[in-house]
């Protein structure tokens, strides 16, 4: 991988573009970081979303180091209970297969739809009884 | 045949097939972008498309709580 940029302008326009699809389908916010994570993609994770601000429960944060082949998907804590950690693995799987075939864009777009398909509504219990 | 020609025939003619060759075999992956191979390092700058500076995370409170996952490949 040369020195530069790690998508041309047409991956990173597919990326956007998956990037609103999912927050205008699942209400929560979505973003996504590649670059090297020194081995802890989670560590990352938690310190991106920490710098996020008030807008940290309800965002979900990829993170992809493709120098030690590390992902990690991490929801704050509202977006945590649309999004349960099976879906969140399910994302995983479809990105890294993607990234095993030397795809990083197209895993991250298909990882992104996954999510944002997997981001439920949480149930309404007893609505009937108010 | 004159010099100039011979010149022509056995070395500009190979060296712009040569080149057209070149051309049509590039020209796929300059249009598709950098392509990342799993195994080689990894030199691009960080991004955070979606998010903030990547550069001011470094320097932020972790949060405790939330779900997630990882994977390998």
């Known amino acids: ?130 | 045949m004159s010099v100039l020609q011979a010149l022509g025939l056995f070395v500009a003619i190979p060296l712009a097939f040569l080149a057209l060759v070149m051309v049509l075999v590039y020209t796929p992956s300059w249009i598709r972008g950098p392509k990342y191979r799993p195994g080689l390092s990894w030199w691009a700058q960080p991004v955070w498309i979606g998010g903030g500076d990547p550069a001011a995370a470094a320097t932020a409170d972790p949060v405790t709580e939330g779900g997630g996952c990882s994977a390998r490949w």
């Open chain 1, 1 to 130: 991988m040369p020195a530069g940029d790690a998508f041309s302008g047409r991956q990173l326009e597919a990326i956007e573009r998956a990037l609103r699809q999912a927050e205008k389908s699942s209400g929560l916010t979505y973003s996504v970081f590649v670059g090297d994570t020194e081995g802890d993609p989670r560590a990352a994770g938690r310190r991106l979303l920490g710098a996020l601000g008030s807008d940290r429960d309800q965002h979900v944060v990829s993170v992809v180091d493709p120098a030690h082949r590390d992902l990690a998907i991490l929801a704050g804590s509202t977006a945590a209970y649309h999004l349960d950690d099976r879906a969140t693995a399910l994302a995983a799987m479809s990105m890294t297969s993607s990234f095993a075939a030397g795809d990083l864009a197209g895993g991250i777009v298909d990882g992104l739809r996954t999510l944002a398909e997997h981001a439920r509504q949480p149930r309404t219990l007893h609505f009937d009884e108010v």
